[in-house]
């Protein structure tokens, strides 16, 4: 059974940084993608970034390009993501969602994710 647990969240001032982390369970190899999304009240959950785990391609939306960084440990089943120059509009409820499918189609959040964890909470705030 594949389980996703997100880490990392908490209170930072504009500008700072946060490392979030997922750690991935139960897939059988490395031919996934794992996708950060986000999540403010009374919006919908909007994808940022995925990475295609055995080819190690990531891909970002312009929302978070040139700050967020994403990257991934196989020797400990884990996907980060460094959060710098955070801004108040980063606030939100972070996911780290899972899906089979190839690096071509890492970034086409509208095709849904597989398998989901739970939220982290961000805040951003001085």
């Known amino acids: ?20 982390s997922c750690a991935a ?11 950060w999304f986000r999540q403010v009240p009374g919006k919908e959950r909007e994808g940022i970034v995925c990475i295609s785990i055995g080819e190690g391609a990531a891909y970002y939306d312009d929302s978070v390009k040139g700050r967020f960084t994403i990257s991934s440990d196989s020797a400990k089943n884990a996907v980060f993501l460094q959060m710098n120059s955070l801004k108040s509009e980063d606030t939100a409820v ?12 890492c970034q086409d959040y509208s095709r849904g994710m597989d398998f989901w964890g739970n939220g982290t909470q961000v805040t951003v705030s001085s």
């Open 1 to 20: 059974e594949v389980q996703l647990q997100a880490s990392g969240g908490g209170l930072v001032q504009p500008g700072g940084s946060l490392r979030l």
């Open 25 to 35: 369970s139960g897939f059988a190899d490395d031919d996934y993608a794992i996708a």
């Open 94 to 105: 972070y996911y780290c969602a899972g899906g089979d499918r190839s690096a071509s189609d």
